[in-house]
T-cell receptor, first 115, second 111 residues
Framework: AQSVSQHNHHVILSEAASLELGCNYS??????LFWYVQYPGQHLQLLLKYFSGDPLVKGIKGFEAEFIKSKFSFNLRKPSVQWSDTAEYFC?????????????FGKGTRLHILP | DVKVTQSSRYLVKRTGEKVFLECVQDMDHENMFWYRQDPGLGLRLIYF???????EKGDIPEGYSVSREKKERFSLILESASTNQTSMYLCASGGRYSPLHFGNGTRLTVT
């Protein structure tokens, strides 16, 4: 069965620090990959997505992610975080199945930025 | 802008009650999903539907059922609510292989 693993459950950083959140998935076929963000009290929003082409994708608010197919990974990065990046981040994988597509989420990483 | 509307923001029900959670999307999306979100467990897929009257079990379907009579509406049903179903329920919709759009969620408390 498909699964998504996020390595860190809780990350605490100071402003201006660099960020990398790990995400690995298990599925051998074609996938689309996503990172979603949930700010406190708000609904989930799409941060960035990978469908095909350049494995380095850029999203909103200075975030980027790199798809490394050989490692089944899609890590999220940001060179310099801000206090407003405090949120919960979810990696998601859309596995292209024969009849339908199924989107599986990781357990989330809670990011706390110290001012 | 895509809108996914969940009928209730907060709901309190008693053990054993039948509970209906409604979700409507306005973008003619084929796919609709119900997740529950619990601290430390992330989003877990309950059921999804890729077409009208079609439904597929997700990872935790026990105790739930769904109904999709119209393309825009996807209902989650708790046949007999139990306290371990206290959670945040999220509805989402999307086209095939495309990102999901989420509703604001329904926080259900079963007492």
């Amino acid at each position: 069965a498909q699964s998504v693993s996020q390595h860190n459950h809780h990350v605490i950083l100071s402003e201006a620090a660099s960020l990398e959140l790990g995400c690995n998935y298990s599925y051998g076929g074609t996938v689309n990959l996503f990172w979603y963000v949930q700010y406190p009290g708000q609904h989930l929003q799409l941060l960035l997505k990978y469908f095909s082409g350049d494995p380095l994708v850029k999203g909103i608010k200075g975030f980027e992610a790199e798809f490394i197919k050989s490692k089944f990974s899609f890590n999220l990065r940001k060179p310099s975080v801000q206090w407003s990046d405090t949120a919960e981040y979810f990696c998601a994988v859309n596995a292209h199945l024969e009849r339908d597509d199924k989107i599986i989420f990781g357990k989330g990483t809670r990011l706390h930025i110290l001012p | 802008d895509v809108k996914v509307t969940q009928s209730s923001r907060y709901l309190v029900k008693r053990t054993g009650e039948k509970v209906f959670l409604e979700c409507v999307q306005d973008m003619d999306h084929e796919n609709m999903f119900w997740y529950r979100q619990d601290p430390g467990l992330g989003l877990r897929l309950i059921y999804f539907s890729y077409d009208v009257k079609m439904k597929e079990k997700g990872d935790i379907p026990e105790g739930y059922s769904v109904s999709r009579e119209k393309k825009e509406r996807f209902s989650l049903i708790l046949e007999s609510a139990s306290t371990n179903q206290t959670s945040m329920y999220l509805c989402a919709s999307g086209g095939r292989y495309s990102p999901l759009h989420f509703g604001n969620g329904t926080r259900l408390t079963v007492t």
